[in-house]
C-alpha cells in the first residue's frame, strides 16, 4: 500500500517493482527497479529540513545485497 501525507507528497513505484499488499510506504519513498518489499513492512519518511522540506527515503539494490547477506536484524535506516 502506498500511501500519502496531507503535505500530498507520496512513494513512487516502477513497473518492475513489487510491494506486498500488508506492506505499507507511507510519504516519500521511493522503490527502485526489481524491489520487492517483505509482507508487513512498513516504510516511513518523516523528516524534514528547516524548511519544512522532506528528502526521500529510497530502497535500492544494495539494500536487498544487505538483507540477504546479513538478514533483516541488521537493516536500520533510523539516525
Same mark, same amino acid.
Given at each position: 500500500?502506498?500511501?500519502?501525507?496531507?503535505?500530498?507528497?507520496?512513494? +513512487?513505484?516502477? %513497473?518492475?517493482?513489487?510491494? =506486498? @499488499?500488508?506492506? !505499507?510506504?507511507?510519504?516519500?519513498?521511493? *522503490?527502485?527497479?526489481?524491489?520487492?518489499?517483505?509482507?508487513?513492512?512498513?516504510?516511513?519518511?518523516? +523528516?524534514?529540513? %528547516?524548511?519544512?522540506?522532506? =528528502? @526521500?527515503?529510497? !530502497?535500492?539494490?544494495?539494500?536487498?545485497? *544487505?538483507?540477504?547477506?546479513?538478514?533483516?536484524?541488521?537493516?536500520?535506516?533510523?539516525?
Amino acid at each position: 500500500m502506498l500511501r500519502k501525507i496531507p503535505s500530498g507528497l507520496s512513494s +513512487e513505484m516502477p %513497473a518492475k517493482a513489487f510491494i =506486498e @499488499p500488508t506492506a !505499507i510506504a507511507c510519504s516519500y519513498v521511493i *522503490i527502485e527497479d526489481n524491489i520487492f518489499v517483505v509482507t508487513y513492512a512498513a516504510i516511513r519518511a518523516g +523528516e524534514v529540513d %528547516a524548511n519544512g522540506n522532506m =528528502e @526521500p527515503v529510497i !530502497i535500492r539494490k544494495l539494500v536487498k545485497k *544487505i538483507f540477504r547477506r546479513y538478514g533483516a536484524g541488521r537493516l536500520s535506516f533510523q539516525h
